[in-house]
């Protein structure tokens, strides 16, 4: 999918749990140039000039967002460091790093290139696969080394979903296979659409604290898990260990796998579906419609609101003036909402008490779904969770909690452009980092970024840059690129991304060129051939 960020995952499948299968490995032979930061001019142009790709109403709904203040942090000439997100399969299936060698000779390449540090997921299925409380964090423990060994920091997800079925997922890593045994007795663990298609990614936020795995709650195995993490590499979090990314969802993000692509069920830029249909959830908004006085609404959920496909004005409830915006509507989206949030600040509660005195940030991501967001209802977020329409903004609440947990919020999409998207899908990714950006600036907590998509193009690289600044709410305290891979290796994406580095470090002050031929909104001038020729070979054997 080339316009969306990471989507959801696969559907249970029996012969997919015992798949594993590892990608491409980096090539034998990394070259990349030795670039005289001198040399090279890239420029950028802050997202906030970009006005001719706004729709008619975004000035409108800027304003009901408080997007328009003119009251901002000023951290713009405050350096921004680069983290590069390793592969998915960097642990192997046997509990070892995969291809440490190659590996190696890519993080010396990275600290060639300025690069600050890497970030890895550490899975869940495969650390404690073994079964409960059984943890090996052998490949990890490798990495963390060679990581201080060549002079870099880490940034340590807590992946507590499945790797498979998502954009840009080389490789399948179930959930433990003890707790995919779990969910073959009881599938109501698992997110559950109004069809009753079963989601096994992530565990239903539903049974949060029910000791439903082998007698424990999912999030006493959540507590226990990253609880043994800090035992096992205490000597280094602080230090080398800088950030722990406390998964939460999907692809590791604070929302529902409302748009899983696996299977052909989703396609962009489809609204997608509410997952509130397994047995936990229905209680809980049985019991919530009954502490309203009002039991038909928690019957299920809204029985208007379409189908993955659609469009919002396909629908009866995401329509202009729909569902969404009764009585009825505004309870079951709050009721949703709240219950997500209820979760991370349960997950992430219990990561504080764990790193609290550390030295290590916490960290939290969001999704950046900004397809229909132009639209009224922004249908696409209202059933990933995030309570955001016109007349209400919804990651407030979410910088909220985040800040009372002294966690970073990371937000995906940093590199999407407005121009870049397709009219009739009503996307505005600039809006909505926009909104982001100022709702951490009102709540004052750290923002961070992501790229959602892998692109080597300047123009990514461009748009990352003007929305690493302060010009618009919130600057960035730090960038992640998504991922190392060979083509990141490339002659021509490797200048770029050590331009790129180089401009991060000074702020992101750069500007781009009023005129870009290329529609890039990009160029690399080399001021000498010379230095084009002059080139580093790193060997992986």
Same mark, same amino acid.
């Given at each position: 999918?080339?316009?969306?960020?990471?989507?959801?995952?696969?559907?249970?499948?029996?012969?997919?749990?015992?798949?594993?299968?590892?990608?491409?490995?980096?090539?034998?032979?990394?070259?990349?140039?030795?670039?005289?930061?001198?040399?090279?001019?890239?420029?950028?142009?802050?997202?906030?000039?970009?006005?001719?790709?706004?729709?008619?109403?975004?000035?409108?709904?800027?304003?009901?967002?408080?997007?328009?203040?003119?009251?901002?942090?000023?951290?713009?000439?405050?350096?921004?460091?680069?983290?590069?997100?390793?592969?998915?399969?960097?642990?192997?299936?046997?509990?070892?790093?995969?291809?440490?060698?190659?590996?190696?000779?890519?993080?010396?390449?990275?600290?060639?290139?300025?690069?600050?540090?890497?970030?890895?997921?550490?899975?869940?299925?495969?650390?404690?696969?073994?079964?409960?409380?059984?943890?090996?964090?052998?490949?990890?423990?490798?990495?963390?080394?060679?990581?201080?060994?060549?002079?870099?920091?880490?940034?340590?997800?807590?992946?507590?979903?499945?790797?498979?079925?998502?954009?840009?997922?080389?490789?399948?890593?179930?959930?433990?296979?003890?707790?995919?045994?779990?969910?073959?007795?009881?599938?109501?663990?698992?997110?559950?659409?109004?069809?009753?298609?079963?989601?096994?990614?992530?565990?239903?936020?539903?049974?949060?604290?029910?000791?439903?795995?082998?007698?424990?709650?999912?999030?006493?195995?959540?507590?226990?898990?990253?609880?043994?993490?800090?035992?096992?590499?205490?000597?280094?979090?602080?230090?080398?260990?800088?950030?722990?990314?406390?998964?939460?969802?999907?692809?590791?993000?604070?929302?529902?796998?409302?748009?899983?692509?696996?299977?052909?069920?989703?396609?962009?830029?489809?609204?997608?579906?509410?997952?509130?249909?397994?047995?936990?959830?229905?209680?809980?908004?049985?019991?919530?419609?009954?502490?309203?006085?009002?039991?038909?609404?928690?019957?299920?959920?809204?029985?208007?609101?379409?189908?993955?496909?659609?469009?919002?004005?396909?629908?009866?409830?995401?329509?202009?003036?729909?569902?969404?915006?009764?009585?009825?509507?505004?309870?079951?989206?709050?009721?949703?909402?709240?219950?997500?949030?209820?979760?991370?600040?349960?997950?992430?509660?219990?990561?504080?008490?764990?790193?609290?005195?550390?030295? /290590?940030?916490? =960290?939290?991501?969001?999704?950046?779904?900004?397809?229909?967001?132009? +639209? &009224?209802?922004?249908?696409? $977020? *209202?059933?990933?969770?995030?309570?955001?329409?016109?007349?209400?903004?919804?990651?407030?609440?979410?910088?909220?909690?985040?800040?009372?947990?002294?966690?970073?919020?990371?937000?995906?999409?940093?590199?999407?452009?407005?121009?870049?998207?397709?009219?009739? /899908?009503?996307? =505005?990714?600039?809006?909505?980092?926009?909104?982001?950006?100022?709702? +951490? &600036?009102?709540?004052?907590? $750290? *923002?961070?970024?992501?790229?959602?998509?892998?692109?080597?193009?300047?123009?990514?690289?461009?748009?990352?840059?003007?929305?690493?600044?302060?010009?618009?709410?919130?600057?960035?305290?730090?960038?992640?690129?998504?991922?190392?891979?060979?083509?990141?290796?490339?002659?021509?994406?490797?200048?770029?991304?050590?331009?790129?580095?180089?401009?991060?470090?000074?702020?992101?002050?750069?500007? *781009?060129?009023?005129?870009?031929?290329?529609?890039?909104?990009?160029?690399?001038?080399?001021?000498?051939?010379?230095?084009?020729?002059?080139?580093?070979?790193?060997?992986?054997?």
């Amino acid at each position: 999918m080339a316009l969306t960020p990471c989507s959801s995952t696969s559907f249970i499948n029996k012969k997919e749990r015992k798949n594993y299968r590892t990608h491409d490995d980096i090539s034998s032979i990394i070259c990349f140039a030795k670039i005289n930061p001198s040399s090279c001019n890239l420029k950028a142009k802050s997202s906030t000039q970009d006005v001719q790709f706004l729709t008619p109403n975004m000035e409108e709904r800027e304003k009901l967002h408080g997007l328009t203040s003119s009251t901002h942090s000023n951290n713009s000439s405050t350096k921004v460091p680069v983290f590069v997100m390793l592969p998915l399969d960097t642990t192997a299936i046997g509990g070892n790093l995969n291809k440490p060698r190659a590996m190696n000779a890519s993080l010396m390449a990275l600290k060639s290139a300025g690069v600050e540090g890497v970030m890895v997921d550490c899975w869940w299925g495969l650390v404690e696969k073994d079964g409960p409380l059984k943890y090996n964090w052998e490949g990890y423990n490798e990495l963390v080394k060679m990581v201080q060994a060549n002079g870099l920091k880490l940034q340590v997800v807590m992946s507590f979903h499945q790797c498979g079925g998502n954009v840009g997922d080389s490789c399948s890593i179930p959930l433990p296979p003890w707790v995919l045994e779990e969910i073959s007795k009881n599938p109501d663990l698992v997110y559950t659409d109004k069809s009753g298609r079963r989601n096994p990614e992530y565990i239903s936020l539903g049974c949060d604290l029910l000791p439903v795995l082998r007698g424990r709650t999912p999030i006493q195995v959540y507590t226990d898990y990253m609880r043994s993490f800090r035992e096992r590499f205490k000597n280094y979090l602080g230090d080398v260990i800088v950030e722990i990314q406390v998964g939460m969802g999907p692809c590791g993000e604070l929302r529902y796998p409302s748009y899983p692509e696996s299977n052909g069920t989703w396609r962009f830029p489809g609204i997608g579906e509410f997952q509130c249909y397994d047995k936990y959830m229905k209680a809980s908004l049985a019991a919530s419609a009954r502490a309203m006085g009002n039991e038909s609404w928690g019957r299920g959920g809204p029985h208007d609101s379409g189908q993955y496909n659609q469009f919002p004005e396909d629908t009866v409830f995401f329509k202009r003036d729909g569902t969404w915006s009764n009585e009825y509507g505004q309870f079951f989206l709050e009721w949703y909402s709240r219950m997500l949030l209820e979760h991370g600040d349960r997950i992430l509660g219990s990561a504080e008490g764990i790193f609290k005195g550390t030295g /290590a940030k916490l =960290s939290g991501k969001v999704a950046g779904i900004h397809w229909h967001y132009n +639209t &009224r209802s922004h249908a696409a $977020e *209202l059933t990933a969770g995030y309570y955001n329409t016109r007349n209400r903004d919804g990651y407030l609440p979410i910088a909220r909690m985040f800040a009372k947990r002294g966690v970073v919020f990371n937000f995906t999409c940093m590199e999407m452009r407005d121009g870049e998207q397709p009219q009739h /899908a009503n996307c =505005s990714p600039e809006g909505l980092v926009r909104q982001v950006k100022n709702a +951490t &600036r009102i709540v004052g907590v $750290e *923002l961070a970024g992501e790229n959602a998509l892998e692109r080597y193009d300047g123009g990514g690289y461009a748009q990352v840059l003007s929305t690493s600044r302060a010009d618009s709410g919130n600057g960035l305290s730090a960038f992640t690129y998504l991922r190392l891979n060979k083509r990141l290796f490339e002659p021509e994406n490797w200048r770029n991304l050590v331009e790129f580095v180089k401009n991060m470090s000074e702020g992101g002050n750069t500007r *781009l060129p009023e005129c870009d031929s290329s529609r890039t909104d990009l160029y690399v001038r080399f001021i000498k051939k010379s230095h084009e020729k002059k080139t580093a070979e790193a060997v992986v054997v």
